[in-house]
């Protein structure tokens, strides 16, 4: 009975500290781009884009496309991809069509009727990971 209870306590340990250790996959991509920071987004379509949709405790990442203008993400068209890689223009959920700011490879935070959160990540504008210094080989001095 004893080494069941052990057991029973490890492995909820194991399944707490897992649950808690794990990131969604906003939070991945945001603690990426702080550390690394972003190269500018200019001017363009882009559909090699990241849509992160937070409803409550649920978090999910899609694949998607978006325009870009003066700088913001234009919401009239605002597209995620289907599985048979066409898209669906999800703009018309959104509470307003305002453009929104990007900062750091990130949008701004764009609510739908429902108030699911909406973030862009531009994943192609991340900056690449830094360099670590290189070690010296082992040296005998004789």
Known sequence: ?????????????????????????????????NERGAEEVVDSTYDNIIISIRDGQTTNCYLGKVTVKNGKVLLDNFFIKLEDDTYENVAPQFKTYAPVEIKNGISQIILDRHDALYNVVFIGNIKPKKKGYMKAPDFKLD
Do not use: P
Request: net charge positive; aromatic share 22%.
């Open 1 to 33: 009975m004893r080494g069941l209870v052990s057991f029973t306590f490890l492995l909820s340990f194991f399944l707490i500290s897992g649950s808690l250790s794990a990131q969604d996959c906003y939070e991945k991509y945001r603690r990426a781009f």
